[in-house]
């Protein structure tokens, strides 16, 4: 076993189905007020919808033990960082509430929108969608070379997003998603032939 291994928290309730989270139903909302990420969290008057790149309006929000979705209906996402490792909620995936409590930063991919599920209905699929994508990292984790988990991780990020929306993304964040050191990750993303090795003279 790789010595970069860690232990996983995954509630999924049968690993041994492959995962697809793009194709997932879309979890469905009404039409919400926009609001801006700059602006500060109310506890009274919580916005139904949180849109923005600023990561400390995001964690306030998830903070406050409200329960939030990520969009389905965009190309975004939030790599959650824990004490320890870190999580992605992709689109469809719930945030926030008692589960993200221990939620230190967070990294906004895309263009970042939450929302607010309204239904227990909602609420629930929105959990068993970010189940899905926690079952869909933790299968990189399996292979036990860290170059390995490093470049599935990576390939599975240019499924969803752009290239300028992965180059913004901090070697240690996806590092900490699938277990690595950020080396890996840096050797993982040099192009075919670009590896380069020092000689002390």
Known sequence: MDSEDRQWHSTASNPSNPVNPASMADVRHDRPTSFSGSQPVSVRTVPSTLDGSDPDAILSCILSGNIWAVNSRRKNGLILYKPFYAEFAGPGA?????????????????????????????????????????????????????????????????????????????????????????????????????????VKT
């Open 94 to 198: 719930a945030v926030g509430g008692a589960y993200d409590q221990d939620c230190q930063r967070v990294i906004p991919v895309g263009n970042l929108s939450l929302i607010r599920p309204e239904t227990r209905e909602e609420r629930q699929n929105a959990y068993l969608i970010r189940r899905q994508w926690i079952k869909l990292t933790q299968q990189f984790t399996d292979h036990s070379a860290s170059l390995q988990r490093a470049q599935m991780i990576l390939n599975q990020f240019e499924t969803y997003f752009d290239q300028q929306t992965i180059a913004r993304i901090p070697d240690e964040a996806f590092a900490m998603l699938v277990g690595v050191l950020p080396y890996s990750v840096r050797i993982a993303r040099r192009p075919p032939g670009k590896t380069s090795i020092k």
